[in-house]
């Protein structure tokens, strides 16, 4: 039986976490598992954690770590036969040690993109809200100008992609997420990578995995877990 693979990738707003995602799930079979699907789903399905996580986003609050991993946490234990690839968990120190406690992690990848580039990919992001599509109106743009692809349904630029809420928002990340940094950095298993585009980044994170990365078992319970 091959060893199963766990990793993280973290990142600012706009620095291309999910684009790097899909690429890496689709080269290398891991399973690309997304905070933000975790918190839909708990919200549509109603469960306590989910109605917990719903009002602090209708206040424009952050969830709390408390919530964050009582979302995540059971799910990722379930996974007991399958690789994966975290996107969007965790955001702090607290979830990152609540994390370590449930699972050993091989790789944190860490993308630090500059602030000027940030503010330009936000700048022209839309996403489709009740899915978490992000498009982009310059390398990613829907079919109809602001249309969701899959269901028609309009798109939104959020209120903190604006440029006036951009630069809090963004030094906001950089505080909270040096300690989690620092962490992985301590366990020896961070990579950061560095650029302004993507397609240059993603050579580099391919030929770590392909040096990280057992051949690995594809298991029908992890293909089927979303």
């Not at 770590?65 to 996107?87: A, F, G, I, Q, Y």
């Amino acid at each position: 039986m091959s060893k199963l693979f766990r990793a993280v990738i973290m990142g600012p707003p706009g620095s291309g976490k999910g684009t790097i995602s899909e690429r890496i799930a689709h080269s290398f079979g891991l399973k690309h598992l997304s905070s933000g699907d975790f918190v839909r789903e708990n919200i549509s399905a109603k469960t306590e954690a989910g109605v917990l996580a719903k009002t602090f986003i209708k206040k424009g609050l952050l969830v709390p770590d408390h919530v964050m991993t009582r979302l995540l946490l059971p799910r990722l234990e379930e996974m007991t036969k399958c690789s994966w690839l975290l996107d969007g968990f965790p955001r702090t120190l607290a979830q990152a040690e609540a994390l370590n406690s449930a699972c050993d992690l091989d790789v944190a990848i860490n993308l630090n993109i500059p602030l000027e580039t940030l503010k330009e990919r936000l700048r022209h992001r839309w996403i489709h809200p009740p899915s978490g599509r992000v498009y982009n109106m310059c390398f990613n743009p829907p079919r109809v100008q602001g249309i969701d692809d899959i269901t028609g349904e309009p798109l939104i630029q959020q209120e903190d992609d604006r440029p006036e809420a951009l630069v809090a928002r963004l030094r906001h990340y950089k505080d909270i997420a040096k300690p989690v940094i620092d962490f992985y950095k301590a366990k020896g298993i961070l990579y950061t990578y560095s650029d302004t585009e993507t397609d240059q980044i993603w050579p580099n994170i391919s030929t770590l995995l392909s040096t990280k990365i057992p051949t690995i078992q594809s298991d029908a319970r992890c293909a089927s877990t979303h």
